[in-house]
């Protein structure tokens, strides 16, 4: 198997006249001027020069502003206060979604606007939310 470099980072430099007119370098003898008419195969009469790639000062870009954030909703669950708040967006998961906590589907969250803390589905906060949501859907 014979590997190639790719012609366009390589150059090619042939020798000039006069390194060829030169004694050493005649068809009937070596380089080291023992009298031999062998060549090698290794030793080609032109040499390559690797071109080093040209380097392009990295230009300052101005910073990359993510919506992601920004659109970014908590959801609740109406049956028993689970806030869903993960990385996916509520609307790009699947139909078949289910609560972690209690099943329900998909259609009964509801969008959640308060800020969203840490500890939001620890149980002690998630049944104070529930009892909270029980409250509102009885009044209105």
């Not at 195969?41 to 870009?61: G, M, N």
């Amino acid at each position: 198997m014979a590997l190639q470099a790719p012609s366009s980072s390589f150059q090619t430099v042939k020798p000039s006249a006069a390194l060829l007119a030169s004694p050493a370098h005649t068809p009937r003898t070596s380089p080291n001027g023992l009298g031999l008419g062998l060549r090698s195969s290794f030793l080609p009469s032109f040499t390559l020069s690797v071109s080093s790639p040209q380097k392009q000062p990295r230009t300052q870009r101005a910073p990359r502003i993510s919506m992601r954030a920004a659109a970014k909703q908590a959801y609740i669950c109406r049956d028993c206060g689970y806030i869903y708040n993960d990385k996916t967006p509520f609307d790009n998961l699947p139909d078949k979604y289910f609560c972690p906590v209690c099943g329900a589907p998909k259609r009964r969250f509801k969008p959640y606007v308060p800020a969203v803390e840490k500890n939001a589905n620890s149980t002690d906060v998630r049944k104070a939310r529930k009892a909270e949501l029980k409250r509102d859907e009885a009044v209105g």
